[in-house]
């Protein structure tokens, strides 16, 4: 069969075939939606009866509940990606060479980045398949408010590129492998790197660290979750968002990445000792501007929080760009080491 004039993937082809015939498809699919429908029923009941609390107007408490759902369901969506994407992908190569159908497959017409290009595709149609199962969750929230167009595209793609990292490592770990249990082992630990690890290096630093100075952020770049969370909305340290609070696994997450200043005016003085106190706000909202001591420069700060100048954030690259960047490189890099680890038989025996 042919596509587009060119013999499409073979292996892709059957993957994606004995992928969804499965009847561990349907188990996953209809897991995954019952847990996330949950989640949202749960966090709906809890925060319409504590609506009346906040006093606002009707809209403003229908776009925090909004928001509260979207960011909620995102949150799960990650932790969910991050169990079944490894699980499903460590047996590709492995799988292969425990059946013995690896080396027929190696001396084929297909090149080995075509075989686990292939493998690679059904794994992030899987998981494509997924986020397309949860947009009906997601529309609930985007109908109630506090959520636009762009927050939901950026949050599918934080979902989808997570995919696709964890399913190039779960390919290295499987070409590195001999057995299935082995490259699951491996794959599930590199996950537990990205999710927690990371973060756990990130303390570490501001533990070892006896200046006071606040860590560099650059492990976190490797870690899914403060992608996703910068990219879908800098709100302030207390949950604030456009005008109105919300509640959000993601707010402890963009406390570690709110610049020094944003901190300091979100009501965290305490966190920078001898800093002294901004300028006074003036009467029409305009900005405040003070000295940081880290960087011994003149910084402004927005009243909602934010930089007044790109160059007071850091340089101006967001954080979730420079996250893209690094994790698109590890997922790169993990699909070379596969690629090489899959040479044919004849390539080897020309190299030794």
Sequence with gaps: ???????????????????????????VVTVYLAVLALILQVVYSGMSGAQDAFGDSLATQSARLGRSLFETLLFFMLVLVCFIVPGGTADAVSGERERQTLVPLQVSLLSPRSILAGKLLSSVAFVFLLVLATLPLLGVSFVLGGVSVGDLVRGVAAVLTTGLV??????????????????????????????????????????LDDTGRRPSTAVLTLNPFFAAADATGRAGVDGFFGGFTTSSPFDPLRLLLATEEQRFVGGFEEDFPGRPMPMPMPVDGGPVEFFDEGRGVVVGVLPDGRPLRPEDAGGGIPFWARSAAVLGFTAGAAFLLATRRLRTPSNRAAVG
């Design 1 to 27: 069969m042919r596509l587009g004039g060119r013999p499409r993937n073979p292996v892709l082809a059957r993957e994606i075939k004995e992928r969804l015939r499965t009847r561990r498809t349907t188990i």
């Design 166 to 207: 964890l399913a190039c490592l779960a390919l290295a770990c499987s070409s590195l492998a001999r057995r299935t249990q082995g490259a699951m082992i491996l794959a599930y630990g590199l996950t537990l790197f990205l999710v927690l690890g990371t973060a756990m290096v990130y303390g570490a630093q501001q533990v």
